[in-house]
């Protein structure tokens, strides 16, 4: 009987009208959630002569906002979707790299995501046996990130927000892919100005800048209207190296910008061809930091850097090398 978390399901569908529910139909294994729903009381101040406490008919309910954040464990197969909507406002390019057959190369830069949104259902077991369905519709990633340090496994955070929660939609089948590996610290390399670069940590994030106050007097006011950006996106991150010379430190100290990658491989797909993710920041400039003394061990610095936009280019590329062939 599912009476535990060990039977909650997480599933994704593409909406072809934003907030128009679609059945999930990629599920995705993950690590947890925070996705809430919260409805505000709208409560009256006005004086009741003699009453000290407020009466039960002086308040009305107010807003629905849906947010929250959904952690998943990344796989070589089965993300692509995912990762589209996280960090290329659901769009992508899709091409077989030279040399494959049944490799594809899923290529995810910035873009405007308007017009664009997610249904997503999360299965949430009670005890008495049964596996809740909480569809939210209208979801809008507003925040990603990705992030993995030794010892780990590669790991996408995603935040949302969402149009509205309902519990009266019908549990959708859970199917996963029937083979999947994941991407982990073991397969990491990076780069740094072109050359190798040897981290204890990296992560990469990328905050869209999108308005998720958009509540108006309106039919259905008390749901949001779609989010839309309406600030500068922030593309940011740190990694952690070894105190190895002053090359890092000058390069934060001058304000010298330099190109940044980041790639996890997996298994082999065909030929010289291997499952990965990959990050590409063509301008990323360092804005730490000086290495302390901490002890008697080795000095390390944590680097903080910022992704800046040049000319046409997106200030990011994500590159996902899978054997699926539609994202």
Same mark, same amino acid.
């Given at each position: 009987?599912?009476?535990?978390?060990?039977?909650?399901?997480?599933?994704?569908?593409?909406?072809?009208?934003?907030?128009?529910?679609?059945?999930?139909?990629?599920?995705?294994?993950?690590?947890?959630?925070?996705?809430?729903?919260?409805?505000?009381?709208?409560?009256?101040?006005?004086?009741?002569?003699?009453?000290?406490?407020?009466?039960?008919?002086?308040?009305?309910?107010?807003?629905?906002?849906?947010?929250g954040s959904v952690a998943v464990e990344v796989a070589d197969r089965g993300f692509g979707q995912l990762l589209a909507y996280a960090f290329g406002g659901g769009t992508w390019a899709i091409s077989t790299p030279s040399g494959g057959t049944n490799t594809r190369d899923?290529?995810?830069?910035?873009?405007?995501?308007?017009?664009?949104?997610?249904?997503?259902?999360?299965?949430?077991?009670?005890?008495?046996?049964?596996?809740?369905?909480? *569809?939210?519709?209208?979801?809008?990633? =507003?925040?990603?990130?990705?992030?993995?340090?030794?010892?780990? !496994?590669? $790991? @996408? &955070? /995603?935040?949302?927000?969402?149009?509205?929660?309902?519990?009266?939609?019908?549990?959708?089948?859970?199917?996963?892919?029937?083979?999947?590996?994941?991407?982990?610290?073991?397969?990491?390399?990076?780069?740094?100005?072109?050359?190798?670069?040897?981290?204890?940590?990296?992560?990469?994030?990328?905050?869209?800048?999108?308005?998720?106050?958009?509540?108006?007097?309106?039919?259905?006011?008390?749901?949001?209207?779609?989010?839309?950006?309406?600030?500068?996106?922030?593309?940011?991150?740190?990694?952690?190296?070894?105190?190895?010379?002053?090359?890092?430190?000058?390069?934060?100290?001058?304000? *010298?910008?330099?190109?940044?990658?980041? =790639?996890?491989?997996?298994?082999?797909?065909?030929?010289?061809? !291997?499952? $990965? @993710? &990959? /990050?590409?920041?063509?301008?990323?400039?360092?804005?730490?930091?000086?290495?302390?003394?901490?002890?008697?061990?080795?000095?390390?610095?944590?680097?903080?850097?910022?992704?800046?936009?040049?000319?046409?280019?997106?200030?990011?590329?994500?590159?996902?090398?899978?054997?699926?062939?539609?994202?």
């Amino acid at each position: 009987m599912s009476r535990s978390g060990l039977w909650s399901q997480l599933g994704f569908a593409a909406e072809s009208t934003v907030g128009t529910s679609a059945t999930p139909t990629r599920f995705l294994e993950f690590v947890n959630e925070s996705v809430q729903l919260t409805i505000e009381r709208v409560e009256s101040k006005a004086v009741h002569s003699s009453q000290r406490t407020m009466r039960s008919d002086r308040w009305v309910a107010g807003k629905r906002s849906v947010s929250g954040s959904v952690a998943v464990e990344v796989a070589d197969r089965g993300f692509g979707q995912l990762l589209a909507y996280a960090f290329g406002g659901g769009t992508w390019a899709i091409s077989t790299p030279s040399g494959g057959t049944n490799t594809r190369d899923i290529t995810i830069t910035q873009t405007l995501n308007y017009g664009r949104s997610m249904t997503m259902q999360i299965g949430r077991p009670d005890t008495a046996g049964t596996v809740n369905p909480f *569809t939210y519709t209208g979801c809008k990633i =507003t925040e990603a990130s990705l992030s993995c340090a030794v010892d780990d !496994l590669l $790991q @996408l &955070s /995603v935040n949302f927000a969402a149009h509205d929660e309902a519990t009266g939609t019908s549990l959708a089948s859970v199917s996963y892919p029937a083979t999947q590996s994941l991407l982990s610290w073991v397969g990491g390399t990076f780069s740094l100005a072109g050359s190798a670069l040897d981290v204890k940590d990296f992560s990469f994030q990328v905050n869209h800048g999108l308005n998720t106050d958009r509540y108006l007097q309106r039919t259905g006011g008390t749901l949001i209207k779609e989010p839309i950006e309406a600030a500068m996106a922030e593309v940011s991150g740190s990694f952690t190296v070894e105190f190895e010379s002053l090359t890092q430190y000058n390069r934060y100290v001058s304000g *010298t910008p330099a190109t940044l990658a980041g =790639t996890w491989q997996g298994a082999t797909i065909e030929g010289s061809l !291997l499952y $990965q @993710l &990959s /990050v590409g920041i063509p301008v990323a400039r360092f804005d730490g930091a000086t290495p302390n003394v901490g002890g008697p061990d080795i000095l390390e610095m944590q680097v903080p850097f910022k992704a800046l936009a040049a000319g046409t280019l997106s200030p990011y590329t994500v590159t996902y090398r899978t054997t699926d062939t539609t994202p």
